[in-house]
């Protein structure tokens, strides 16, 4: 749950960001955006890899039925 957290909270950041670009038309807030956009693409993938990782290690220590 962590992860999650720190996903939202990178999100929330960018939100000045998106406002100076989408509003004001300020390029070097797209160029923040994108690498805060990277980052959080990261940070899922971390995620992602840790929950398949504990998919595959339940099914391989699940007792046999």
Sequence with gaps: MEKIN???AMLD?????LEKFYSKGQNSA???LR???NEV???CQEM???IQTIRQDRKTSAPAS
């Design 6 to 8: 720190e996903i939202k």
């Design 13 to 17: 950041d960018m939100g000045k960001d």
């Design 30 to 32: 797209g160029t923040r």
């Design 35 to 37: 690498k805060s956009l």
């Design 41 to 43: 693409r990261k940070k």
């Design 48 to 50: 992602r890899n840790e």
